[in-house]
Every structure is written in C-alpha cells, then in structure tokens.
C-alpha cells in the first residue's frame, strides 16, 4: 500500500465538502434531504472511504487530515441539521414559491 497524499486529501476532502453542500442545497424535500444524508455521511460514502484510508497515511499527516475530515463532517452535519429544521418548522417541506403569511389579525396589540 502507498501512504495517501496530504495534499491532494486535503483538496478531495474540500472537494466532497462542497458538493454535499451543493446537494444539499438543491435536496426540496426531507426524503431529498435523508438521500443527501445518506450518500454523503454513510458507510460506504466517499467521506467515509478517505477516513478509512487514513490508516495508510504517516503520523505527521494524519492528524492534519483527520481535523479536515472532522470539520467537513461537521459542517455537512450543521446544514443538513439547519435543512431539516427550516422544513420541519411549518410541518411541511419549505416552498420558497410561495408567498409569506398573513398576520395573524385576531390578536389584539399589546
């Protein structure tokens, strides 16, 4: 086995990282949003696969790339959370179409 390049981990990492957020963005519905979460954070992810093959790396390198993997998990774990959470909040998937409520005119002023 050949040790894993830090540098071009490092770019595939940052690479795997915006395009989940790319999916994530375009992901409309929370069954969209599950498919994201599975394809990008599973076992057989490719995120999962380079934390896998961390184990080939020198200790040097290691550590360095194993902080760019946890920051990338957490920043995808953060915007699939803030994703669910902005669709959930009505009860139904978020419509940017559609056109905002209208006040609630039965309260009074306090």
């Known amino acids: 086995m050949d040790p894993l390049e830090p540098a071009s981990t490092l770019r595939r990492i ?6 989940a957020l790319a999916d994530l ?4 519905t929370p069954a969209a949003v599950a498919a994201v979460r599975r394809s990008v954070l599973g076992k057989s992810s490719p995120l999962a696969a380079v934390r896998r093959d961390l184990g080939r790396c020198d200790p040097a390198s290691r550590k360095q790339l194993g902080l760019a993997l946890s920051e990338a998990h957490q920043r995808i774990t953060a915007a699939l959370e803030e994703k669910l959470a902005a669709e959930t909040a009505l009860g139904r998937p978020l419509d940017p179409t559609v056109p905002g409520l209208p006040p609630d005119c039965t309260r009074s002023p306090s």
């Open 14 to 19: 940052a690479a795997l990282t915006q395009a």
């Open 25 to 28: 963005a375009e992901a409309g």
